[in-house]
């Protein structure tokens, strides 16, 4: 696997994804550099992917990657009547793939198929029939785009098939490792931008397919959209227009759709712009759809640019492409990266791809990128020159990893911060946000302030509690804790308000005596941290289901209950109290006039 690098940047709430250094992709023999090209790669994990390779005639071809590099590129076996195949490919883990696309005969006929790897070993192509009403014999022609899986023998992909009198959308499901006969996919006579094929059985442009869960999909194409749920299809809607720039018109061009956890889906191209005689103008675009909603394709780059294709996981997208430029004297064409994460678009990020000894400017575009977790995706592309006149003109296939960084907004407040008191200080504890703002917690800070607001001390923790300390005893404070996700803080939540310091001790030497119609109880003082006061004391007797109490203050050594019934058993609590509660109580049991005895609890 190609090493990537992440551009740090943390002070910002968002951050562009990193290019790491390109490695050259291998060839089929017999096939030169610059006629090989990659459009299609997945990435089961993020230390093995596979891309399709395809050399403009005959048959095409996969690579495998894994971590010790790109393997030798593998011829797909063709039916006995195809001439040359193109293919797009998923893969459900490591050695279990699906490629799906179509193959061409030398009458003309274009023919879905779809090939299978199993552990680690391909298959022969398989053709497959269109719906009923699709030409047929030396006249069928039918495609399937990429395919998408859940796991192994699990899969779907839509295509398009010609009929009599138009091109229509076609969907195909794999189940337990068996497909079904294909389907028409309705439409409400919504234009679908559904275009032909050339006779090279290219895979169809402006239509996009991806899926967020089994029977769950999105079909985009320029001007409409379909979508499925448990596992049938809807008629087509209409995708919001772009906005034209001046008085000329807007096209969206898609070229790719992925869905997000959200579920989010996001379609991905460019918008053609032409409102004069002079050249035209492209601009790298994105539509996205939120719980079922469309909302019109928007710019997110410059002039000249557009996106090609696009991957999502762990509810963060990357798209990539490439940006161009008119300039005869500094022409360019670099690949271009971009993160989306929670509704943002990141800025975008190009590589240049120096080629030694080319006595022209560099050019440089990307194809189709597969990101196997939220910190790792892969690339490919092709690298070339650009000739004034000619445009960029291909020289080599390549793979780039790119380090996607997901947007990081304001994280969600703690909750359930409670504040403990202690001699000298306090001890707080909290429960983790349940919105990081996109990126993991990476510290929580408490401040103690005092009830005029002025901080005392704050401690910094990855854990969510800490000790506070360096308190004064009896004074009042709150605590106030903030968590960071790397980028920025959240805002504040309070803890309760408390007295630094602890309750009393017991009150000591407890006695009682039995004057006339009464008790009387006396003790010694009780005592409290150092700068806190005893507020007062409360003596309780209990006799049977008869109880009796007094409040005393805190000068005072002695209380008198009266109405007692001589003979029979009390029982005597003495407690103290100060700012931060009751003591334990100090406790006697006594009969008047017969005995006296004492215990402390």
Request: glycine residues 10%; proline residues 7%.
């Amino acid at each position: 696997m190609v090493a990537a690098f992440v551009l740090l940047a943390a002070d910002v709430a968002w951050a562009e994804p990193g290019f790491s250094p390109v490695e050259q992709l291998p060839v089929p023999v017999g096939a030169s550099p610059q006629s090989t090209g990659y459009n299609s790669i997945s990435c089961p994990s993020q230390t093995a992917c596979t891309a399709v390779a395809e050399t403009g005639a005959g048959a095409p071809y996969v690579v495998a990657e894994s971590a010790v590099g790109w393997a030798s590129p593998e011829a797909i076996t063709l039916p006995s009547k195809g001439d040359t195949g193109s293919l797009a490919v998923t893969c459900a883990s490591v050695g279990d793939c699906l490629a799906a696309g179509s193959y061409t005969t030398p009458t003309g006929m274009v023919v879905p198929l779809h090939v299978e790897e199993s552990s680690d070993s391909w298959g022969a192509a398989v053709p497959l029939a269109p719906p009923a009403g699709g030409l047929t014999g030396p006249s069928e022609r039918a495609l399937l785009l990429r395919p998408w899986c859940t796991s192994a023998g699990n899969c779907e992909a839509i295509g398009v098939y010609e009929t009599s009198h138009s091109w229509a959308l076609m969907s195909a499901t794999e189940t337990a490792g068996t497909w079904g006969q294909s389907a028409s996919i309705p439409s409400d006579g919504v234009d679908g931008g559904v275009p032909g094929i050339g006779a090279n059985g290219a895979l169809a442009s402006g239509l996009a397919f991806s899926c967020s869960a089994p029977g769950d999909c999105v079909a985009v194409s320029d001007t409409a959209t379909w979508s499925e749920s448990a596992g049938s299809w809807s008629n087509s809607t209409a995708l919001p227009a772009p906005t034209p720039m001046y008085a000329g018109t807007a096209i969206f061009q898609v070229t790719d759709v992925a869905c997000t956890q959200a579920p989010t889906c996001i379609a991905v191209g460019d918008i053609y712009y032409s409102w004069c005689s002079c050249r035209p103008v492209w601009i790298a675009a994105a539509a996205t759809e939120a719980s079922g909603t469309w909302a019109a394709p928007e710019n997110e780059e410059g002039s000249l640019s557009d996106f090609t294709a696009v991957s999502c996981e762990s509810g963060g997208c990357v798209a990539v492409g490439d940006t161009g430029s008119y300039d005869d004297f500094d022409t360019y064409w670099l690949p271009l990266a971009v993160t989306w994460s929670d509704g943002t678009w990141s800025g975008a990020v190009t590589e240049p791809i120096p080629l030694a000894g080319s006595p022209h400017t560099e050019a440089a575009w990307l194809n189709a990128v597969s990101c196997a977790a939220a910190t790792q995706c892969v690339a490919v592309g092709e690298g070339g020159e650009y000739q004034s006149g000619n445009g960029p003109i291909p020289a080599a296939p390549f793979a780039t990893a790119i380090t996607p960084v997901s947007t990081a907004l304001m994280p969600g407040p703690v909750t359930n911060v409670v504040a403990t008191p202690q001699r000298n200080g306090a001890s707080v504890s909290w429960t983790s946000p349940t919105d990081d703002g996109g990126a993991p917690i990476s510290s929580y800070t408490a401040w103690v302030i005092e009830t005029e607001g002025n901080v005392q001390v704050s401690c910094t923790v990855t854990a969510t509690s800490c000790t506070l300390p360096d308190l004064a005893n009896g004074r009042q404070y709150v605590v106030a804790v903030t968590d960071n996700n790397g980028t920025i803080g959240s805002a504040l939540a309070h803890s309760n308000h408390f007295f630094a310091g602890a309750v009393p001790s017991a009150p000591t030497d407890v006695q009682a005596s039995a004057p006339a119609h009464g008790v009387t109880v006396t003790w010694r003082p009780a005592s409290s941290p150092q700068g806190e006061s005893i507020l007062r004391y409360r003596v309780d007797v209990t006799s049977g289901r008869r109880a009796m109490s007094c409040i005393a203050k805190a000068t005072d050594d002695s209380c008198t209950l009266r109405s007692a019934v001589k003979g029979r058993r009390y029982r005597i609590s003495v407690s103290a109290l100060d700012v931060n509660g009751w003591s334990r109580a100090a406790v006697i049991v006594v009969v008047p006039r017969r005995s006296m005895s004492e215990a402390a609890l």
